[in-house]
Every structure is written in structure tokens, then in C-alpha cells.
């Protein structure tokens, strides 16, 4: 893959009609493979005077979002608008003030609305450009075929945890010990591993959560586990949204002019706040499904190494600071049943993933965890 970036990096700057340099990449790979970071990197390496040092000016300014010819288009939304792109549009339609190149990374292409979508791929179809696409999406299917057929496709596979590992050593400062147990328990994932490893409070829910497998004695001990399972989970979700909520209002309210009198002024304002709220109260939804979703993963964890023992492989576990808790709920179950709760887990997983009621699909789980 580095290979197929380093060629058109340098086809980029021949300016010759090279088949290797295309203005529209989309690159895919499950949530933590890096899908993002990498179009970053890329987009550097078209902009820097060394190919993507790193160091420079041109490269920071680049990552940070300071540079004037990249874009890193982020979104917290549940979509990406079709005025959201027009105005993009009409940002990067003219050429490349410092660089070769201007570059637009968008980070969820999934997130595109049908109509938002359509007004990119007029873009993306414009010939003689000098504007990159980077689209950056889960998988090649959430992104609109008439995209994906103009795009050159990068795919990225799950880091390995050593490589997670190595990443937050070396990349945010994190104490080896720390970086090793954050990785592993992500799987892979490197955002939730900086969370964990940065995050005290994620830390000691996690725990929280890895005992809730030997707490399941009785139906009532299993409603009462469901229950602790979404508080945190929504307490997670809020620590993060609430200063933002705040933060957008208050901008939002800044852009109308706050206090401002005139009356289709304050109407306006009122209207768009009201639209923003809508739009953060989905996002804050959004958010406890996806703690919810995780914690299902860390949960699947236990039941996994719970296999690997009663297999005869414990070097292998997740969770090795739970040897004893696991050896002790094998001495109490019935063997060969880690294989069934895991496919519960999944289950519950799915009914969320369709819009199931979070408190229901997780008491249905727990109850199903709890029975020998
Ligand atoms: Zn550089």
C-alpha cells in the first residue's frame, strides 16, 4: 500500500499524466485501523517540499489543520449535509495557494446524505482539478457506487497489538506497561487504546464491567447488571458531549450575534439552536450505543479467554490480569458454554446495531449470560 502512495506522490510532482497519480482515493478499513491517519499522511506528502517529512511547517500546519490548501473535514453529526458540501465546494475551487495541491480530507465519507453525495461526485468528475478527494469510510459499500468508480481504493487491515503498542510508546508518551495493556484489551482499535490508556475513569469502568460475568448469580443479580452496564455507558457518552454541546450553542449564538434584537434575527437564531439541539441529542444517542457496543466487545473478551483456558492456550488471553476470576468461573460453570454467551453477545450486538432499545437488548443478554 505505501508503495502504490509513494508513486503517486511521485507522479504528483512530474505533473506528467501518470496513471499513478489520481485526484480521488478512497481509503477503507475497520474503525482504529488508522483509515484517517493515513489520508493525513498522504495529504502531507502531496504538500511538503520533502515528501511528507513530518517535521516541517508545511506537514504540521497540514495535521493540525492549519495549512490553507488541506482540509480535514471532521464530523460528530449523524450526516454530512448537502450545504455543507456546496459551501466546501465553493472553499476549494480555486487553486492550491501554497502546495501543488489542494487536498480534502474526508474523514466519514460514510456520513454523506444522498444529495451531499450527488454534489461530490460533480466535483470529483471535473477534470483538470488540481483538488485530491481523500474519502475515508468503514468499507467500500458506504460509499456511493458512483463515488467508488471514480476513486482509486486504498484498504487498510486491523494494526497488530504490538503495533498498537509501539504507537502509543512512541507517538503520545504512554508508559510501556500501559501501551501493552491498552492495546491488547482494544484489539487493535488504536482510538479506544489512547482513550483507555489517557483515561482514568474509562479505565475503572472497564473493570467495572469485566466483573459484571461473575456477578450474574440470579435474575435479579442479571437486571441489576444490565442496568450498571448502560449507566456507564451513559456516563461515558456524556462526560465527552457536554462541555461540546455547550461550546456549539454558544457558537452558533455568537454567528447570529448574541442579544441581538432585531426580531428576524432572534427567531432565526432561535430556530437554529433548536436544529443544533436536535442534532446533539441524536449525536448523544448515537454515542451511547457506540459505549454500549463497546463494552459488549470487552465483555466478549472475558468469554473468549475463558475458551483459550479451558483450550489449554492461557498465554494467549486478553485479559491477563484476570487469571484467577477466570479460572474460578470455569471451576463454576459447565464446560463448553463460553462458545454460546459469546454468540448472545453478538446477538445483542446486532439487535442494537438495528435500533434495538438499549435497556431491553442488554437485560435479554445478561439473562442469557446468567443461565448455566
Ligand atoms: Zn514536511
Given at each position: 500500500?505505501?508503495?502504490?502512495?509513494?508513486?503517486?506522490?511521485?507522479?504528483?510532482?512530474?505533473?506528467?499524466?501518470?496513471?499513478?497519480?489520481?485526484?480521488?482515493?478512497?481509503f477503507?478499513?475497520p474503525?482504529?485501523?488508522?483509515?484517517?491517519?493515513?489520508?493525513?499522511?498522504?495529504?502531507?506528502?502531496?504538500?511538503?517540499?520533502?515528501?511528507?517529512?513530518g517535521a516541517?511547517?508545511?506537514?504540521?500546519?497540514?495535521?493540525?489543520?492549519?495549512?490553507?490548501?488541506?482540509?480535514?473535514?471532521?464530523?460528530?453529526?449523524?450526516?454530512?449535509?448537502?450545504?455543507e458540501?456546496?459551501?466546501?465546494?465553493?472553499?476549494?475551487a480555486w487553486?492550491?495557494?501554497?502546495?501543488?495541491?489542494?487536498?480534502?480530507?474526508?474523514?466519514?465519507?460514510?456520513?454523506?446524505?444522498?444529495?451531499?453525495?450527488n454534489?461530490?461526485?460533480?466535483?470529483?468528475?471535473?477534470?483538470?482539478?488540481?483538488?485530491?478527494?481523500?474519502?475515508?469510510?468503514?468499507?467500500l459499500?458506504?460509499?456511493?457506487?458512483?463515488?467508488?468508480?471514480?476513486?482509486?481504493?486504498?484498504?487498510?487491515?486491523?494494526?497488530?497489538?504490538?503495533?498498537?503498542?509501539?504507537?502509543?510508546?512512541?507517538?503520545d508518551?504512554?508508559?510501556?506497561?500501559?501501551?501493552?495493556?491498552?492495546?491488547?484489551?482494544?484489539q487493535?482499535?488504536?482510538?479506544?487504546a489512547?482513550?483507555?490508556?489517557?483515561?482514568?475513569?474509562?479505565?475503572?469502568?472497564?473493570?467495572?464491567?469485566?466483573?459484571?460475568?461473575?456477578?450474574?448469580?440470579?435474575?435479579?443479580?442479571?437486571?441489576?447488571?444490565?442496568?450498571?452496564l448502560?449507566?456507564?455507558?451513559?456516563?461515558?457518552?456524556?462526560?465527552?458531549?457536554?462541555?461540546?454541546?455547550?461550546?456549539?450553542?454558544?457558537?452558533?449564538?455568537?454567528?447570529?450575534?448574541?442579544?441581538?434584537?432585531?426580531r428576524?434575527?432572534?427567531?432565526?437564531?432561535?430556530?437554529?439552536?433548536?436544529?443544533?439541539?436536535?442534532?446533539?441529542?441524536?449525536?448523544a444517542a448515537?454515542?451511547?450505543?457506540?459505549?454500549?457496543?463497546?463494552?459488549?466487545?470487552?465483555?466478549?473478551?472475558?468469554?473468549?479467554?475463558?475458551?483459550?483456558?479451558?483450550?489449554?492456550a492461557?498465554?494467549?488471553?486478553i485479559?491477563?490480569?484476570?487469571?484467577?476470576?477466570?479460572?474460578?468461573?470455569?471451576?463454576?460453570?459447565?464446560?463448553?458454554?463460553?462458545?454460546q454467551?459469546?454468540?448472545?453477545?453478538?446477538?445483542?450486538?446486532?439487535?442494537?446495531?438495528?435500533?434495538?432499545?438499549?435497556?431491553?437488548?442488554?437485560?435479554?443478554?445478561?439473562?442469557e449470560?446468567?443461565?448455566?
Amino acid at each position: 500500500m505505501i508503495d502504490i502512495l509513494k508513486g503517486a506522490v511521485a507522479a504528483s510532482r512530474t505533473g506528467s499524466d501518470s496513471q499513478e497519480m489520481t485526484h480521488a482515493w478512497v481509503f477503507t478499513g475497520p474503525p482504529g485501523s488508522g483509515r484517517s491517519s493515513a489520508a493525513v499522511a498522504f495529504a502531507q506528502a502531496l504538500i511538503c517540499p520533502n515528501q511528507g517529512c513530518g517535521a516541517c511547517n508545511e506537514c504540521q500546519s497540514a495535521a493540525t489543520g492549519g495549512h490553507p490548501d488541506v482540509e480535514v473535514i471532521r464530523t460528530e453529526g449523524l450526516s454530512i449535509k448537502v450545504e455543507e458540501i456546496r459551501e466546501l465546494l465553493t472553499r476549494v475551487a480555486w487553486a492550491p495557494s501554497m502546495a501543488g495541491w489542494r487536498v480534502v480530507v474526508m474523514e466519514d465519507a460514510d456520513r454523506l446524505t444522498e444529495s451531499a453525495a450527488n454534489a461530490l461526485l460533480k466535483a470529483i468528475e471535473e477534470p483538470g482539478t488540481r483538488t485530491v478527494w481523500l474519502l475515508c469510510a468503514p468499507t467500500l459499500h458506504d460509499v456511493l457506487p458512483t463515488i467508488r468508480s471514480r476513486c482509486r481504493h486504498l484498504q487498510l487491515r486491523t494494526p497488530s497489538i504490538e503495533a498498537v503498542t509501539q504507537v502509543l510508546i512512541r507517538r503520545d508518551n504512554i508508559s510501556p506497561t500501559m501501551a501493552d495493556f491498552a492495546a491488547r484489551v482494544s484489539q487493535g482499535h488504536i482510538g479506544r487504546a489512547k482513550f483507555l490508556a489517557t483515561n482514568e475513569s474509562a479505565r475503572s469502568n472497564r473493570k467495572v464491567i469485566m466483573q459484571l460475568p461473575l456477578q450474574l448469580g440470579s435474575l435479579a443479580a442479571a437486571f441489576q447488571a444490565a442496568q450498571t452496564l448502560i449507566d456507564l455507558a451513559t456516563e461515558e457518552a456524556s462526560t465527552s458531549s457536554e462541555s461540546r454541546d455547550e461550546k456549539e450553542i454558544e457558537k452558533l449564538q455568537e454567528a447570529y450575534g448574541k442579544g441581538a434584537t432585531g426580531r428576524g434575527m432572534a427567531t432565526g437564531a432561535a430556530k437554529a439552536v433548536k436544529e443544533l439541539e436536535k442534532e446533539q441529542k441524536s449525536r448523544a444517542a448515537r454515542m451511547v450505543r457506540d459505549s454500549i457496543d463497546g463494552a459488549l466487545l470487552d465483555l466478549a473478551t472475558f468469554y473468549r479467554d475463558v475458551m483459550l483456558v479451558q483450550s489449554g492456550a492461557p498465554e494467549s488471553i486478553i485479559n491477563s490480569d484476570m487469571r484467577t476470576e477466570i479460572e474460578s468461573y470455569i471451576s463454576s460453570s459447565p464446560a463448553h458454554t463460553a462458545a454460546q454467551k459469546i454468540g448472545a453477545i453478538k446477538e445483542a450486538r446486532m439487535n442494537l446495531a438495528m435500533n434495538g432499545a438499549p435497556l431491553v437488548t442488554c437485560e435479554a443478554l445478561m439473562c442469557e449470560l446468567a443461565r448455566k
